[in-house]
Structure formats: C-alpha cells, structure tokens
C-alpha cells in the first residue's frame, strides 16, 4: 500500500506564490518517477511536471519558468513551487508517483487526492 498527501492549495491573487506538498508513504522500495497533474473544471486532466528518480525535471510549456519541481529523497515528498500565478492556473493539483514495492516488481501508478489551486482577485 502506498498513500499519497498532498497540501499546500488554496486561494491566491493573481501574481502570487503557493507551494504545494506531497507527502508519499507504505511500502517504496524505489521511486522511477514523480509528476503533478491538474485538472481544471470542464477539462482533461494535464501533466504540469515531472521529477525522475535521479533528479531530472520536465516542465509543461504553460508553466516554464513559473514552477519549479522538486523532491526531498530522505522523506520522499515532493514540491511544486508555483510563483506568478495565472487565472487559468486554476484547478485542482493531484501528484502522481511511480513505484515499486521490491526490487523484482513492476513500477506501479499512485495517485493522490487532489488540492484545489484557485487564483482569483
């Protein structure tokens, strides 16, 4: 069982800054990769970030430059810093964990539950 916790959403004014967490736990042998993803209303969920087990960081194009991902390895828990925040950043943030129990099992997909990000004035 792996559990993920994320924290850190709220309500933010345009041109401003949140930190999102997460928080992974239960049985991690080895980490591939980290990811978060947002799901604005109405719309397909999308892929915001990436953090692979060695530390490599993909961004999309919409928040290059705005946010930046990162992991802490002891904990594991992973960032998502957000800075210059947009309208159309709104959504809700899920972080996304690729996995395995042991060193011989396939890696497995882990979802949060999701943190409402919402930026208005």
């Known amino acids: 069982q792996v559990q993920l916790v994320e924290s850190g959403g709220g309500l933010v004014q345009p041109g401003g800054s949140l930190r999102l967490s997460c928080a992974a736990s239960g049985n991690i042998f080895s980490i591939y990769a980290m990811a978060w993803y947002r799901q604005a209303s109405g719309k397909q969920r999308e892929l915001v970030a990436t953090i692979t087990g060695g530390g490599s960081t993909k961004y999309a194009d919409s928040v290059k430059g705005r946010f930046t991902i990162s992991r802490d390895n002891a904990e594991p828990t992973m960032y998502l810093q957000m800075m210059s925040l947009k309208p159309e950043d709104t959504a809700v943030y899920y972080c996304?964990?690729?996995?395995?129990?042991?060193?011989?099992?396939?890696?497995?997909?882990?979802w949060g539950q999701g943190t409402q990000v919402t930026v208005s004035s």
């Open positions: 996304n964990l690729e996995s395995r129990p042991t060193p011989y099992s396939d890696y497995d997909v882990h």
